[in-house]
């Protein structure tokens, strides 16, 4: 019997998304004097501004790459790249998680595009990059919030491709470096690897996206919020403190207050460092433990913010249990002692364990979880 941990986690919050508040967060700290105001009154749009010029200052994000706030988190602003860009020329799609294959449902059966060609893989897996065909537009997810599968790099991506990348980050920016000159519309959600509160989305488009919008309109109508032209071209006016519609300028400092949190610790070299760090506790313990492993089968592809675990059963104790109780049951009892909550799989992933890794987890909380989910593994089976 593994006796019972006597230490708990300071922060039991591994949610993979709404993610943790980093460590020195209290609403005392955010700027409230914009609430109540007009988002288009001077000082509230200039609030929203320094969220935009913040972004790009932590994500070292090129100067003529442009940078808007769009509506309905992560989410919102990939279905806004799709229907306003895509239409123009065949499309290759990576599929291998949850929401990567949800954008493959909305091509085909929504947008009804036929040109198209699917690169899926199992969880666990990539597809096969090296077959994407550069004169055609790319849609793919950086990280794989559901599998914990990354793509490891975007040397793939050819300099001289004829399509446009689209490219969904949320949960490996301010985690993982990219190579900006490689991606042309990418988006994320605030609430992933900085913590921020959710319903808001970032969209940021290369100066080849810019183009492809002003010289290209889709044959289908546009809902309102998915609206970023006047007059035929890009309204500019978004990339310096108007949205499209109306933000929550509470959500805008907290988002801001994150953001310099990340500027005051060391940037982006320091986020991803940390996240780094927090993966490298769980591959050794991974290594000392043969009853867990990664769902990523290859480890450079291993994700170092929604980390995936699956379960086996062990070989010295007799149990009648299947893995995915097994799972449930370490969840409920982590969360009964409060040590760790919203650690299960996704809801279509294969059963295991997630925990989140992003730059707002201190390693020392990592390290005592697992502490936890080793006891309760044990003890659970013991009682079988």
């Known amino acids: 019997m593994i006796k019972k941990p006597n230490k708990k986690t300071n922060r039991p919050l591994f949610s993979s998304g709404p993610c943790a508040k980093h460590p020195n967060w209290s609403i005392t700290n955010l700027d409230i004097s914009a609430l109540g105001r007009s988002h288009r009154a001077k000082k509230p749009k200039e609030l929203i501004e320094l969220s935009i010029n913040l972004t790009s200052e932590i994500l070292e994000v090129p100067a003529d790459y442009k940078v808007a706030i769009v509506p309905a988190s992560d989410t919102g602003a990939f279905e806004l790249a799709m229907w306003n860009v895509l239409g123009h020329v065949g499309i290759d799609i990576l599929a291998w998680e949850s929401f990567g294959k949800g954008w493959v449902t909305d091509i085909i059966s929504q947008l009804k595009l036929t040109d198209i060609n699917k690169l899926e893989a199992d969880y666990g897996s990539l597809p096969d990059l090296l077959s994407v065909n550069m004169d055609r537009d790319i849609v793919f997810t950086l990280n794989g919030t559901t599998s914990g599968v990354k793509v490891p790099n975007l040397d793939w991506i050819s300099d001289h491709r004829k399509g446009l990348t689209l490219c969904d980050a949320t949960s490996g920016l301010f985690a993982q470096r990219v190579d900006w000159k490689k991606l042309d519309i990418t988006t994320f959600s605030w609430q992933k690897v900085l913590g921020g509160e959710a319903q808001h989305g970032i969209i940021i488009l290369s100066p080849r996206a810019i183009e492809r919008l002003n010289t290209y309109s889709p044959p289908w109508p546009l809902p309102k919020i998915f609206r970023i032209k006047k007059a035929g071209q890009v309204d500019e006016s978004i990339f310096t403190g108007s949205t499209i519609n109306t933000p929550s300028l509470l959500c805008v400092s907290d988002y801001v207050d994150a953001l310099k949190w990340a500027r005051d610790i060391g940037g982006l070299n320091k986020l991803i460092s940390i996240a780094d760090n927090n993966l490298e506790i769980i591959k050794e313990w991974v290594n000392e433990n043969e009853w867990v492993s990664f769902l990523a089968k290859d480890k450079d592809t291993l994700s170092n913010t ?79």
């Open 306 to 384: 929604s980390v995936c675990l699956q379960l086996s059963l062990s070989d010295q104790i007799t149990h009648d249990i299947d893995i995915s109780h097994l799972s449930k049951l370490i969840q409920k009892k982590l969360e009964e002692e409060g040590v760790g909550y919203d650690l299960g799989s996704y809801r279509d992933a294969p059963p295991g364990l997630r925990i989140w890794t992003g730059a707002t987890i201190d390693s020392e909380d990592i390290k005592i979880l697992l502490s936890w989910i080793e006891w309760a593994y044990f003890s659970i089976l013991e009682d079988q």
